[in-house]
């Protein structure tokens, strides 16, 4: 049998190869708002939320200048990034819409419901929200029973906080 992970273990950050650093910063930083927590001169940064070492870093150690990943390839199919409330993922949509970045994609899984983009290196991003446990979809035996619906995307930004 197998032992399962301790529950309060955590995804800390994303660490991502990028080809061009100030691209990726002006994405990370400009649009979605991270902060800059530490510079490693013009080859890598540290980007946080709330004052946290980091949650994104991003290098171009191996990387500089390189192409976006092809599609039928392995590797980071994304990586997700949570908004503690819907007001907050809403917010995100709207700073996306200020800088006309385009979305991927954008659904409700019952549990959460998610942005979908790639970043200018063509790393998927999902930015979402969870619902309350309390909330999330389960089958009659009580298991979860997670959707994929679209996302009223016009009803979300009725949700963000005054701009």
Do not use: C
């Not at 006309?100 to 019952?110: R, W």
Request: hydrophobic share 40%; proline share 7%; net charge negative.
């Amino acid at each position: 049998m197998t032992r399962m992970i301790d529950p309060g273990v955590r995804i800390g950050h994303v660490h991502l190869k990028v080809a061009d650093l100030d691209r990726a910063l002006a994405f990370y930083r400009d649009v979605l708002g991270f902060e800059v927590t530490q510079r490693y001169g013009a080859q890598g940064v540290f980007l946080s939320a709330g004052g946290y070492h980091h949650h994104v870093a991003l290098n171009t150690w191996q990387s500089r200048g390189g192409g976006r990943p092809e599609p039928e390839t392995t590797g980071l199919f994304h990586a997700a990034i949570l908004y503690p409330t819907r007001a907050t993922l809403a917010d995100a949509l709207r700073r996306l819409r200020d800088a006309n970045y385009p979305l991927t994609g954008a659904s409700d899984h019952g549990v959460s419901e998610a942005l979908y983009l790639d970043d200018p290196d063509g790393n998927g991003v999902e930015l979402y929200w969870d619902r309350p446990d309390t909330e999330w979809p389960r089958d009659s035996a009580g298991n979860l029973a997670m959707v994929t619906l679209p996302l009223d995307l016009a009803g979300l930004l009725r949700d963000a906080p005054p701009a």
